[in-house]
């Protein structure tokens, strides 16, 4: 993570991080979810990987530019169909790994130049294999 800064090494007074808005940001979000192959076609076991980036080249300015990538293990029970297993693998895992990724940006950032800056909320049911079998999101 670096700070936004100019070339004289000075901080753009007008970002705020404690206000910011991520309305016109470009966040980056890279996903994958793989299982070790000598578990045949009936895994429990599923590494998820998360990558999120704000690169700062186009788009609204963020305070921070990130770059954070975090690999995660997940067990799943193998009482549940191989399908459901899968899908709660990757919506569950990314959005567990996802919400470390958002306490690590907010823990790092508070002890640099512009302050803590909390990620927005992400949904990950999308990226399940079979929507249907992952319960509707309630508000």
């Known amino acids: 993570m670096t700070a936004h800064i100019d070339a004289e090494g000075n901080t753009d007074a007008s970002i705020d991080p404690r206000n910011f808005q991520w309305d016109g940001v470009k966040l980056e979000v890279e996903t994958a979810i793989g299982a070790n192959q000598s578990q045949g076609d009936d895994p429990t076991n599923f590494m998820v990987s998360l990558i999120v980036r704000v690169k700062n080249q186009e788009g609204k300015i963020c305070p921070y530019a990130l770059d954070v990538e975090l690999v995660a293990f997940v067990d799943v029970s193998p009482k ?52 249907e079998s992952l319960p509707a999101p309630t508000r």
């Open 80 to 131: 549940l169909s191989t399908a459901r297993r899968e899908d709660l693998a990757t919506v569950n895992g990314l959005a567990i790994a996802y919400g470390a990724v958002r306490e690590l940006v907010t823990n790092l950032t508070s002890r640099m130049e512009y302050g803590p800056l909390t990620l927005p909320g992400v949904n990950f049911q999308d990226q399940a294999a079979t929507p």
